[in-house]
């Protein structure tokens, strides 16, 4: 089911938390509301599921406008942080919860309990509490207690957060799995990129309050709308040099050096401040658009290496390479930038 | 055992010291004086051996045969130095000294041998036929009303007086003004049809108070708990006031709420409705009165507690019982109230403990009327042994009901144990010794 949020504006008390955003999420589609801490994205997604009113604004699910309507009655399904699973009812319990209150049948009930127990891999699990469950367990429990109702719409609010990092991966494609399977529209509230990336057909990355970017992943990997957006994603991060336009290029700040600026980018008035953005896996020893530089960090991560290189003028580019570079701390170096993969931002942030 | 234990032990010793001087000391106590027939009569100390009027008739109760009877009552007429000084002070001193001469020793079984005696005075003759009379009486040698200081004494004096053995023990029994040791207490206690009103009182008692601090503290709990903040506060200091009111000013205000010349009659005069005390002029309202008076202190303890536990509740929890489509009620129904068992399971047998013992806002109130209505079992107890009308204070039969009510106080504490699986909640020392 479609979900649009129109103009919607939060403010708890004197604090305004979300101002006027307007956000459209597809039928069937999973979209991952993708932020810093306190950017009002799980402030959005209660908002979704009615735990918290909208100031202004409006709330549509396909048609139906909700925005007055109690969670109650908005068939949603929440998968909470901590799970927020009933600690006195046993799995079965737990996941009947939705059905129970709806007055189901006994019988109608048991089906669906088993049926989605089954989809989620929890079948043996149902007699027990959750205090008996692990982490991943619980985890399944909570995603089959939303979705046992068949809700229009799932939110999941940092469902992977508890999680270790093995289990956090497991439950990544099992997430996506189900959702895909049941075919339902997604919102997934998430601080880590990688989730967002590796889960969700769409991204919007917040910050604070607004709405920065909405694109896939892939899109908003490679073509970032603002600094902010291109900080965010990216593991290792992205590196920036901070310049003024010249003559032919970008000089860096506190140095001769002037970068050459790919065509494609239309460079402000001379002297106007300019910041390049330049990934790990675009600054390479074989690549041509060569700079000066000393090894400061080497991370060694197994099947790749990660070098900081510090530049004449003191800033910092990273680059990660394949294992087996014979480079130590402290080498000087000269390595190549990719220069059609430079990202451009003006003094504001926003990209060139 | 190690320095910690000792330091333990050190830090628990004013509790410790507590507990045995309010608790322990004076439960043995209680133990002690219900095996016992103390009363204002008999003293706490010893007693003395004394045969009156009432210690007779039950002695003729309990079958004493009459002969017997007569031998205590007119033991005959003994000639010895009390009776020739008590002659000596009423006819003078010569008269005596020729009585004593010629008698002393000597044991009259009627006065009229004695007056014939008197009238063989030679020397001092008492001439006046009634004067002899008189005289005679002073030899009378009874054991009524005289009091032995000791048991040999009276032993002795029914020697004396040939009283037949098999009587004794009977008779030194009833003699004995002093408290003795008995298991009969209890036997009477329950032969009482009051001890039975008074144990339907205290079942009616605690049941419905109980029931009102519960269901009335979870009412305002949740209640508040829905309310927004500001509100909830003020509604809970409300309903904490009668918690902090001092007890005799608060029930002060339960009399004037109630008299003849309070505010319901006043009210109610208005309606042409006659008026009367509403605490006290039928059981029903008594009841009713002593369940309000108990039920708003005790709920303001289950509200508070209560309350703190539904905030302990993860609002995600709630959040999701709501999304989940739960409405209010199956919201408290499914996710509160399950969630507030042990809260709930505690204050019952809290307050089950406490009312069991309290009757001070009773006492205060309607002090166990109208006509012993609302006379519960830890009233009672307190009028028998400390503060009656009559001014015996049986201090024996009233420990007997208090050790009953300690007695089943303890077994309800071990029923509640069990209840709450103590064993489990006993968590060891985190820090090892």
């Not at chain 1, 989620?120 to 205090?131: F, M, N, T």
């Not at chain 1, 701390?329 to 990719?338: K, R």
């Not at chain 2, 519960?376 to 009510?405: C, E, I, K």
Request: charged share 20%.
């Amino acid at each position: 089911m479609r979900i649009s949020i129109e103009n919607f504006t939060k403010a708890f008390g004197t604090t305004t938390v979300i101002k006027d955003m307007s956000l459209e999420i597809n039928s069937g589609e999973m979209l991952a509301l993708l932020g810093p801490s306190g950017c009002g994205k799980s402030t959005t997604l209660f908002a979704i599921c009615g735990i918290h009113r909208m100031n202004s604004g409006r709330l549509l699910f396909g048609e139906r406008d909700v925005t007055r309507i109690s969670s109650q009655q908005r068939n949603v399904g929440v998968v909470f942080q901590n799970y927020a699973l009933y600690p006195h009812m046993n799995v079965f319990d737990n996941i009947a919860f939705p059905l129970k209150v709806r007055r189901d049948t006994r019988a109608d009930i048991e089906r669906k309990v088993k049926d989605i127990a089954d989809l989620v891999h929890i079948g043996e699990l149902l007699h027990r509490k959750p205090a008996e469950l692990s982490g991943g367990q619980q985890q399944r429990v909570a995603l089959a207690r939303a979705l046992v109702r068949e809700p229009d719409i799932l939110l999941l609010d940092e469902p992977l957060a508890n999680l270790d990092a093995k289990l956090r991966l497991e439950m990544r494609s099992e997430i996506r799995r189900i959702q895909q399977q049941t075919g339902i529209t997604a919102v997934l509230v998430t601080h880590d990129q990688v989730e967002a990336m590796s889960m969700c057909d769409r991204i919007a990355i917040m910050d604070q309050g607004k709405i920065m970017q909405l694109s896939s992943p892939k899109e908003m990997y490679e073509d970032p709308s603002s600094d902010f957006v291109a900080g965010f994603l990216g593991n290792p991060p992205i590196a920036f040099l901070e310049g003024v336009a010249a003559e032919g290029g970008m000089r860096l700040a506190n140095s001769e050096v002037t970068l050459p600026v790919p065509a494609a980018i239309n460079l402000p008035d001379h002297g106007a401040a300019v910041r390049f953005g330049i990934r790990p896996e675009f600054f390479q020893p074989d690549n041509d658009l060569k700079i000066k530089g000393r090894i400061s960090f080497v991370e060694t991560q197994g099947r790749e290496e990660l070098y900081d290189v510090t530049l004449e003028n003191g800033s910092v580019l990273r680059s990660i390479q394949s294992q087996g570079g014979s480079f130590k701390l402290g080498d000087n170096v000269n390595w190549g930038i990719a220069g059609d993969r430079i990202l451009a931002f003006d003094a504001a942030g926003n990209r060139l | 055992m190690q320095r910690s234990s000792w330091l333990g032990l050190a830090f628990l010793s004013p509790a410790l010291i507590v507990v045995l001087l309010f608790f322990m000391v004076p439960v043995v106590l209680t133990g002690f004086f219900a095996f016992t027939n103390m009363s204002t009569a008999t003293g706490v100390k010893g007693g003395e051996y004394v045969l009156n009027a009432s210690g007779l008739r039950a002695l003729a109760d309990a079958g004493l045969p009459a002969k017997t009877l007569d031998q205590i009552e007119g033991a005959g007429y003994r000639v010895d130095a009390r009776g020739l000084e008590a002659l000596a002070a009423d006819f003078g001193q010569p008269i005596a000294d020729e009585f004593g001469k010629l008698h002393t020793g000597e044991v009259f079984a009627k006065r009229r041998d004695v007056e014939r005696a008197l009238k063989g005075l030679r020397s001092n003759p008492i001439r006046k036929t009634r004067d002899r009379k008189a005289a005679a009486e002073l030899f009378k040698r009874s054991m009524m009303n005289e009091r032995f200081p000791t048991l040999p004494a009276f032993e002795a004096a029914l020697e004396e007086a040939k009283i037949p053995e098999a009587d004794r023990p009977l008779i030194t029994k009833v003699a004995y003004t002093g408290w003795v040791w008995t298991a009969e207490n209890f036997g009477f206690l329950f032969s009482l049809e009051s001890t039975w009103q008074y144990a339907k009182n205290t079942g009616i008692y605690v049941v419905f108070t109980l029931s009102f601090n519960v269901l009335f503290g979870l009412f305002l709990a949740i209640a508040t708990f829905y309310l927004p903040a500001g509100q909830a506060s003020t509604f809970r200091a409300i309903w904490f006031l009668p918690r902090i009111l001092p007890p005799v000013l608060y029930i002060v205000m339960w009399r004037w709420f109630t008299w003849d010349t309070g505010f319901i009659s006043t009210v109610l005069s208005g309606f042409g409705v006659a008026p009367k005390n509403w605490m006290l002029d039928t059981e029903f309202h008594a009841w009713t009165t002593i369940v309000l008076i108990n039920g708003f202190v005790g709920a303001s303890m289950g509200m508070i507690v209560f309350s703190s536990a539904i905030r302990a509740i993860p609002s995600s929890m709630l959040y999701a019982s709501e999304v989940d489509g739960a409405n209010r009620l199956q919201q408290i129904w499914h996710i509160i109230l399950p969630q507030l068992r042990w809260p709930i399971l505690f204050i019952t047998s809290y307050q089950t403990m406490s009312l069991l013992t309290s009757f001070e806002y009773i006492y205060l109130a309607t002090d166990g009327g109208p006509g012993g209505a609302t006379e519960v079992w830890a009233l009672a107890a307190f009028h028998t042994a400390l503060n009656n009308y009559g001014g015996n204070l049986q201090y024996g039969l009233g420990a007997t009901y208090a050790l009953l009510l300690v007695v089943i106080g303890l077994l309800a504490s071990l029923a509640y144990l069990r209840l709450f699986n103590f064993r489990n909640l006993l968590i060891k020392p985190r820090i090892e010794g």
